[in-house]
């Protein structure tokens, strides 16, 4: 695991690779939409590099984009919601560019949009299929090309600018900032409609040459699409031929080898509650006619799309297998069974199969014989340790695989995070686990840790100090109430203190007991030089109360150890609880999820409203270490 990204929100899609960052959407609470881009840097300043939510976007998104000639692609929209928008940015700096308005009942944009040759197409439940140019779009009547488009845009952004800018100026309290909902949505340039309100079409397209191969379902609740698969001209959607099928192809359109069109079907959806009642088909048919070559069915429904290499379609089904099919027989090369359904695909890359099964186990096999070379059980994973499904196929890019998990499932008020990881499977190039100085004779524990930034980007306002050490953001639950940000998993740092005789006693979380345990000491080393020495800062000059700006007086630091926490409830395994929130020290008894606790009381909170020295600590992000020593 080089790297993980954890949110409250469900991860569906594949995560889309692009230069240097990670284009990642999300399904937020209350059908809220999330599109961001994470930096693909092992250790960045900040993993989110940017963000697209309310009011810019109007629906949930479900769908990963597509990437082209400088442009990100993606819609909103899943079946619980009507109308749809198909959106462009600017890849670069993540600028909109247009936007195309899809209305109507069951009208939603689930699938990723396929660009090729300038056009993007897209299915969009019963609006059927689109095809649009993606270089060209109207404004207020008059089309233009992509550089008058983004220069229209750039200098109406710099004109709301110029206006907020004079509104701090006037009065800062009520000046509002720009959105980008205010900029111009200039339409791009419809080349074709087809099949709207006859095909429900919610899988992804596939173009070949001049052909457009489109999967619509018949959708039995609203009695409403077609079962059938659809070739159509690319230039203007016309029909070219239509072969009726027996299931609905939600896995869509694959193009194998000698001209062959893969389908996966399932008699379910992406349905947990359906699996067992899961059937599926593959068919192949030929690209010129349509015409059956063969089909074969099988134990379980095929939901993603099936990938093609050296002749071998693969592809995953619910009923926990990966197949490899020969493209031009059908005939079986080999099998392998997981203990756990599939929703997500495959990925393949150079001689190997990777795939994900629905208890977030990712699966490294042979391409040549099925046979399994690793496995990682992600949602246990030591950097995750968060229960989630996949449903969206893992990503190869660059020699690392990216990976999703969601909890749409999930019940309860409490629901676990879900995570987008970085996974590599190459020997040795995995970042080494973070480290701590440790110094047996003095008893002393040495820390590298940042000054934390008390301003997150999602947050609106800046929160009283509730801790004293915690992971960083995302990762870190207390990462906005903190004064320094680390590395380390806090639960090798209680084994350190364990090794220098010292038990954990207990705790405190609320109003209960007081916390229990040996006494510690807890300084800070920050840069510079007193009387030849560097500077070290007992942890309670650090901090000041905001209404007085007085330090805290001298407080006992408790080695209290960690509540013990149940990520899976479907599995026995158990995690250090402090090693999933992040946090190492608390000053109030606000988590009982640490390592350290001090004296202070959740009353003490109410009097004092800390913040951080800032007289005597370094700006935000500069290196410092943690001291920690047992007398």
């Known amino acids: 695991m080089l790297w993980v990204f954890k949110a409250q929100?469900?991860?569906?899609?594949?995560?889309?690779?692009?230069?240097?960052?990670?284009?990642?959407?999300?399904?937020?609470?209350?059908?809220?939409?999330?599109?961001?881009?994470?930096?693909?840097?092992?250790?960045?300043?900040?993993?989110?590099?940017?963000?697209?939510?309310?009011?810019?976007l109007k629906l949930p998104m479900v769908c990963s984009p597509a990437v082209a000639d400088g442009l990100i692609v993606f819609g909103d929209g899943m079946h619980q919601t009507d109308g749809a928008i198909l959106y462009a940015l600017k890849a670069d700096?993540?600028?909109?560019?247009?936007?195309?308005?899809?209305?109507?009942?069951?009208?939603?944009?689930?699938?990723?949009?396929?660009?090729?040759?300038?056009?993007?197409?897209?299915?969009?439940?019963?609006?059927?299929?689109?095809?649009?140019?993606?270089?060209r779009a109207t404004l207020e009547g008059k089309e233009l090309d992509l550089p008058a488009i983004q220069e229209t845009i750039a200098q109406r952004w710099k004109e709301l600018s110029a206006r907020y800018e004079e509104e701090k100026r006037k009065d800062p309290q009520f000046a509002i900032p720009p959105s980008e909902d205010a900029l111009p949505k200039p339409a791009p340039k419809l080349l074709w409609r087809q099949g709207e309100a006859k095909w429900h079409v919610d899988a992804p397209i596939a173009v070949a040459a001049?052909?457009?191969?489109?999967?619509?379902?018949?959708?039995?609740?609203?009695?409403?699409?077609?079962?059938?698969?659809?070739?159509?001209?690319?230039?203007?959607?016309?029909?070219?031929?239509?072969?009726?099928?027996?299931?609905?192809?939600?896995?869509?359109p694959t193009v194998g080898a000698g001209n062959t069109v893969l389908v996966g079907c399932s008699n379910i959806r992406y349905d947990i509650k359906l699996i067992p009642k899961a059937q599926g088909e593959v068919v192949a048919l030929d690209l010129a006619s349509g015409q059956i070559k063969w089909r074969r069915d099988t134990p379980g429904g095929v939901l993603a799309?099936?990938?093609?290499?050296?002749?071998?379609?693969?592809?995953?089904?619910?009923?926990?297998?990966?197949?490899?099919?020969?493209?031009?027989?059908?005939?079986?090369?080999?099998?392998?069974?997981?203990?756990?359904?599939?929703?997500?695909?495959?990925?393949?890359?150079?001689?190997?199969?990777?795939?994900?099964d629905l208890k977030s186990v990712l699966y490294a096999i042979g391409l040549a014989d099925g046979k399994v070379q690793w496995t990682l059980d992600v949602a246990a994973d030591r950097a995750v340790q968060a229960p989630g499904m996949v449903y969206?196929?893992?990503?190869?890019?660059?020699?690392?695989?990216?990976?999703?998990?969601?909890?749409?499932?999930?019940?309860?008020?409490?629901?676990?995070?879900?995570?987008?990881?970085?996974?590599?499977?190459?020997a040795g190039t995995a970042a080494a686990t973070p480290t701590f100085a440790l110094d047996k004779q003095r008893r002393r524990i040495e820390i590298p840790c940042r000054i934390a930034p008390r301003k997150l980007p999602n947050l609106q306002e800046i929160y009283p100090l509730e801790v004293v050490a915690t992971y960083p953001a995302p990762h870190g639950q207390k990462a906005h109430e903190t004064v320094v940000t680390f590395d380390v998993k806090p639960s090798d740092v209680a084994k350190a203190l364990e090794g220098f005789g010292l038990k954990p006693g207990s705790p405190a979380r609320g109003d209960e007991e007081p916390p229990r345990g040996p006494e510690v000491r807890v300084a800070l080393a920050v840069p510079g030089i007193v009387e030849g020495k560097p500077r070290l800062l007992p942890m309670e000059r650090t901090m000041v109360d905001r209404r007085t700006g007085k330090t805290l007086p001298p407080l006992k630091w408790h080695f209290t150890g960690s509540a013990m926490r149940q990520p899976d409830p479907d599995k026995p395994l158990?995690?250090?609880?402090?090693?999933?929130?992040?946090?190492?020290?608390?000053?109030?008894?606000?988590?009982?999820?640490?390592?350290?606790?001090?004296?202070?009381?959740?009353?003490?909170?109410?009097?004092?409203?800390m913040e951080v020295n800032k007289h005597v600590l370094p700006d935000e992000g500069t290196p410092v270490t943690l001291i920690i020593e047992a007398p």
Request: hydrophobic share 40%; with cysteine.
């Open 392 to 426: 969206g196929s893992p990503i190869v890019y660059g020699g690392d695989l990216y990976l999703a998990t969601c909890n749409i499932e999930a019940t309860g008020a409490t629901q676990p995070p879900c995570a987008v990881v970085c996974i590599s499977d190459k």
């Open 93 to 135: 700096t993540a600028r909109p560019v247009w936007q195309l308005p899809l209305p109507g009942r069951l009208v939603h944009l689930e699938c990723p949009p396929t660009i090729d040759k300038g056009r993007v197409y897209t299915g969009g439940g019963e609006a059927g299929v689109v095809a649009a140019d993606i270089k």
């Open 9 to 56: 929100e469900h991860f569906i899609a594949s995560p889309v690779p692009e230069g240097r960052m990670l284009l990642v959407s999300s399904l937020g609470g209350l059908n809220t939409g999330f599109f961001r881009a994470l930096s693909l840097d092992p250790n960045p300043p900040e993993r989110v590099l940017w963000v697209k939510r309310a009011p810019f």
């Open 305 to 356: 799309a099936i990938a093609v290499k050296d002749n071998l379609a693969v592809f995953t089904a619910t009923d926990g297998r990966i197949r490899a099919w020969n493209v031009q027989d059908g005939q079986q090369k080999w099998e392998f069974l997981a203990p756990n359904p599939f929703f997500a695909g495959p990925a393949l890359a150079g001689d190997t199969v990777y795939a994900a």
């Open 574 to 609: 158990k995690a250090y609880g402090a090693d999933l929130g992040g946090t190492l020290i608390t000053l109030f008894p606000v988590t009982d999820e640490t390592v350290l606790q001090t004296n202070l009381t959740m009353k003490d909170s109410t009097l004092l409203r």
């Open 210 to 252: 001049d052909r457009v191969l489109i999967a619509s379902a018949y959708i039995e609740e609203d009695k409403v699409g077609k079962r059938a698969i659809i070739c159509a001209n690319a230039a203007d959607g016309n029909p070219i031929w239509e072969q009726p099928l027996k299931i609905n192809p939600w896995a869509g």
